[in-house]
Structures are given as C-alpha cells and as structure tokens.
C-alpha cells in the first residue's frame, strides 16, 4: 500500500486580497491583548514560556531562523490550552457579575463571587489539554468542573484532568460526540459550558477562549523585539477546530494587516476538517468525518470552529494536511537537535508544524510551496509546541522506540 504523502497544501490566495476583515476586529478588538495579558500576568506562578531559537536547524532547511514558542512550560500544565479556558472563566464571571474589572485572584474577589453567584460548575468537551485548562482554572476559583472525554482518550490525558480535580465522564465516540453531549447534559444540570469551539448562540466563551490564547503572542513579540526581530516572516500553527490558527493568524492580522507573516495551518491528514472546508472554498465551515484516528489527539476534531473559520477564510495562506509520520518525525527532531540548539519536550499536536517545515523545505515537489510562500535564507518561521509530553507513554513509544516511521522513500531527507 502506498503511504499518504507527507504534504498536501490549498493556497488560500484569497486571503491576501482581504484588506480589513470584519471578523478579525470583532473577535480581536484592538486593546484586547492587553486585557489578556493583564489577566494572565496575575495568575499565581504565571510566567512567560520560553521562545527558544534554532538557528542549526534553521540553516539545514535553508532558512534564516525557526522560532519555537515552547508552551510545554505553561504553568506546569505542558499546554498552552489553559490560556484560553482561564481567559473564559474569567470573562464569564465578570460578565455574570456585570463587572469590567475584577481580580479574581485575590480572596476579595473570590468572596464577592460566592456571594452574588454561589456554587457554579464549569463543564467542557476535550481531546485532553483544554479540559486539564478548565479544571485547573476551576479548581483554583474554588469551583467544581466535569470534563467529557472520548472512550479513545488515553489513561494518562483523563489522570492528568482529574488530577486538577474534575470529575471526567467518557463517552463513546469522538471529541465532536464529547462535545454535544457536554452541550445536552449541561442544560440539564445547570453547568457553565466552557467550550473551545461555537456553534450557533454560543459564541461568547469560544470568542473570550481565543481571546485568551493572544497572550502567547503578545509574548512571542516581546521575546523577539529582545532579539531585534519585529515579527516573524512566516507562522505555522496546528488546527483542530481551528481556534488557535485563528488566534495566532487574527492576532497578527490585527497587528500589521497586509504586512502580517504568511501563514500555514497545519492539520492531520485524518482529520483536516479546515483544509476540506478550503478545498470545497466557497467561505463555509464543513465538517470531516471518519474515524479521526490520529495520533494527533489535540487535533483529532472533525467539525470546524464556524467562529475560527470565518477568520482563517479572511487571513490563512495556507492549509496543509500531513499524515502522523511527519508529527512523529517532529517530535524526534526536537527531541534529539543538532549540536547547539536547544532541545524541545514536544508531542504528537505540538511537534505537527516542525514535521510539516521539514517536509515543505526537502521535498522537492514542495517547491512550488516554497516559492508561492516565499520560504528560504531571509525566512523567519515561527512554531508552537503547543504541548509537550501529554501522553509521557506513547511519546517513549514514537521518540525512543520509533513507531510511526518515516516512510523509506523519504529516509535521505535533510540527510
Ligand atoms: C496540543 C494542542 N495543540 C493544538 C491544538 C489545536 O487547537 P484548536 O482545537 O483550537 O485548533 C490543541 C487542541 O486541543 C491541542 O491540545
């Protein structure tokens, strides 16, 4: 049997004919990092996460510098999802309590919210990391939380959630089956849905969650104006159902409009509900389906965020879909650097985009990507690990025992 190939793309030209999207501004107003960031900084124990540079490996690809923002650091939760879950939260309860400010942080704050809202359980749908987010927020808010995971979710993602002190339900099926059923048993037992994804009247928490992820790359400027850099040339983000392209996209759309980096979104090729939306390309958000059976779990999601599509329809140049091969490679890249760079914790979602670059800068019959994207010597690509060892058993799995190969015909590769 043939393997997959390791890169299919869809060029969304049309993005860079959008001069000001509507949908950018609503969702990313401008002050809004700043809100974000503000929040954030007055978690206990927030700190920034590292932006650690390749510059070795930069130059085996052929290109002028790889950034990576290595969330594997955040809060000791090795994701960056509780950016967002916290970010909702705390926007829910403000909004609640009619409040624009609010430090919920302080036991004044606490008080006042027992108060005037009493016990409130806070319910979400995940693949692992957001539901780790949101039972973490929760438990240092004093509030209970229940977590639906899928009946495929490891042991080690579920002891992580409860661990945070929520009580996990799982149920048969996928993340999007997870997700309905959190949204039915919710109205029934009166819980706060804190969702990463909308679907229609729903469109506050998943708004405020993507909100909540430009924390990031409020940070990644900073750490890169230390270095003399104003923005990245390129980005490559992961996308399950599409909320963190779209708050790091919007997030640099907001911020420099036409001169933003170009952008890739990266999702695998069992699961890429965004790049079967681009490739149908008339502007609506259509759902995947299969069995999503991907080591990717993070971004196992075969339906879109409708919210996250509108703005990757109006900012994203490109969608890629890769098979788990090219994450796995990923992972041992990071895992093992070339003498002088740094090493990076990475799993299966958040090594996906350093796999992809690999494969977009060796492959020949990516040269076409290559030129249309302009990627070579003066290219300054920024990457997120946006997870580090989620699932510590089967990351010994790929990264000391090799499953999920490369296939020999691309073995010589950066060789
Ligand atoms: C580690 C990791 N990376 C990336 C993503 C993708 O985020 P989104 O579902 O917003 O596309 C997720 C989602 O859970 C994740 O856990």
New binding site residues.
């Given amino acids: 049997m043939k393997d997959n190939p390791p890169i299919a793309w869809i060029e969304n030209r049309r993005a860079r004919t959008v001069e000001k999207s509507a949908i950018v501004d609503e969702i990313f107003p401008a002050g809004i990092v700043r809100q974000t960031r503000t929040f954030h900084n007055r978690i206990p124990g927030y700190q920034v996460s590292p932006l650690k540079s390749l510059p070795r490996l930069a130059a085996l690809l052929g290109l002028g510098g790889i950034w990576v923002k290595d969330e594997s650091f955040r809060l000791s939760l090795n994701?960056f999802?509780v950016l967002g879950g916290s970010y909702a939260i705390y926007s829910f309860v403000k909004s609640e309590l009619g409040v624009d400010e609010l430090d919920i942080f302080s036991s004044d704050g606490r008080a006042l919210i027992r108060e005037k809202l009493g016990e409130l359980t806070f319910a979400a749908a995940t693949?692992?990391?957001?539901g780790r987010g949101v039972a973490w927020s929760a438990s240092r808010l004093g509030f209970k939380s229940v977590i639906y995971v899928h009946d495929k979710t490891s042991l080690a993602r579920i002891q992580a959630i409860e661990s945070n002190g929520a009580r996990v339900v799982v149920i048969k099926g996928t993340y999007d089956d997870a997700v309905r059923q959190v949204k039915e048993d919710a109205q029934l037992n009166g819980w706060q849905v804190i969702s990463?994804t909308s679907w229609p009247g729903y469109e506050d928490v998943p708004r405020w969650v993507m909100q909540g992820y430009t924390t990031m790359f409020a940070e990644v400027q900073e750490q890169l104006a230390a270095q003399g850099i104003i923005k990245p040339s390129h980005v490559l983000v992961?996308?399950?159902?599409?909320?963190?392209?779209a708050a790091t996209i919007g997030y640099y759309a907001q911020l420099f409009g036409a001169e933003r980096p170009r952008s890739i979104v990266v999702e695998p090729d069992k699961a890429a509900c965004l790049f079967h939306s681009a490739e149908i390309g008339d502007g609506e958000a259509y759902s995947f389906s299969g069995e999503l059976d991907t080591i990717m779990a993070?971004?196992a999601?075969g339906d879109p965020n409708p919210q996250a599509w509108r703005v990757l329809w109006d900012t994203a140049d490109v969608f890629i879909k890769s098979p788990d091969y090219v994450a796995a490679k990923g992972m041992r890249v990071y895992g093992t650097p070339l003498a002088g760079d740094p090493f990076v914790i990475s799993?299966e979602?958040?090594a996906s985009t350093l796999g992809a670059l690999m494969f977009i800068m060796l492959l020949p019959e990516c040269a076409p990507l290559r030129e249309s994207l302009n990627l070579g010597r003066s290219s300054e690509v920024l990457l997120i690990n946006?997870?580090g060892n989620t699932d510590p058993t089967y990351f010994r799995k790929v990264v000391w025992s090799g499953r999920h190969p490369v296939p020999e015909a691309y073995y010589t590769l950066g060789d």
């Fill in positions: 994701s999802k693949d692992g990391n957001h990463d992961q996308a399950g159902v599409g909320s963190l392209a993070g971004l999601c799993g979602s958040g946006s997870e």
